[in-house]
T-cell receptor, first 115, second 112 residues
């Protein structure tokens, strides 16, 4: 099966600019996650969708970050305006559904550098 | 919320030796414990997992053990090879949302 697709692979922007990342999960996977991975740290959950509804966005900095999954398939994550501390790899993952004990499949991520 | 602690942060072994990475978790409701391998420029890849009703699981050179009473679980890699060099993450899933919390990672280097 095709994996989780993410684009772009790399992005460099200046602080206060906007940026958007795109994710296409594995076909049939109802649950989609966005994680932020700062260099040298484990991934941290930003937001979790079940189909097109938000399940958990408690760790999303909502003053600057937003995400949507309008048709329950692809998802976009946006940062506006970006700060230096947003420099990180943004990982998208998907799983079959919300039931516990389902493993995630991760994409390769988008490396964001804010200068 | 769940906290997952992982040790050591770096580990260097000689090819053929064994490597052990340990994690502890805080929430007794955690019921699923996956391990991920992340190579440079790639996303984490699941290598093995264990559920709370099992104490040990093995897959070729990789094994994971779980002690629910002590709230810790470990990854064991035997007969290490240079291609095992990567960053390894433990994680724990809590509750009905399938919410996964990660450890900080262990950078494993296998020297030929």
């Amino acid at each position: 099966e095709a994996g989780v697709a993410q684009s772009p692979r790399y992005k460099i922007i200046e602080k206060r600019q906007s940026v958007a990342f795109w994710c296409n999960p594995i076909s049939g996977h109802a649950t989609l996650y966005w994680y932020q991975q700062i260099l040298g740290q484990g991934p941290k959950l930003l937001i979790q969708f079940q189909n097109n509804g938000v399940v958990d966005d408690s760790q999303l900095p909502k003053d600057r970050f937003s995400a949507e999954r309008l048709k329950g398939v692809d998802s976009t994550l946006k940062i506006q305006p970006a700060k230096l501390e947003d420099s990180a790899v943004y990982l998208c993952a998907s799983s079959l559904d919300l039931r516990p004990n389902y493993g995630y499949t991760f994409g390769s991520g988008t490396r964001l550098t804010v200068v | 919320g769940e906290n997952v602690e992982q040790h050591p942060s770096t580990l260097s072994v000689q090819e053929g030796d064994s490597a052990v990475i340990k994690c502890t978790y805080s929430d007794s409701a955690s019921n699923y414990f996956p391990w991920y391998k992340q190579e440079l420029g790639k996303g984490p890849q699941l290598i093995i997992d264990i559920r709370s009703n099992v104490g040990e699981k093995k897959d070729q050179r990789i094994a994971v053990t779980l002690n629910k009473t002590a709230k810790h679980f470990s990854l064991h890699i035997t007969e290490t090879q240079p291609e095992d060099s990567a960053v390894y993450f433990c994680a724990a899933i809590v509750g009905y949302n399938n919410d996964m919390r990660f450890g900080a990672g262990t950078r494993l280097t296998v020297k030929p």
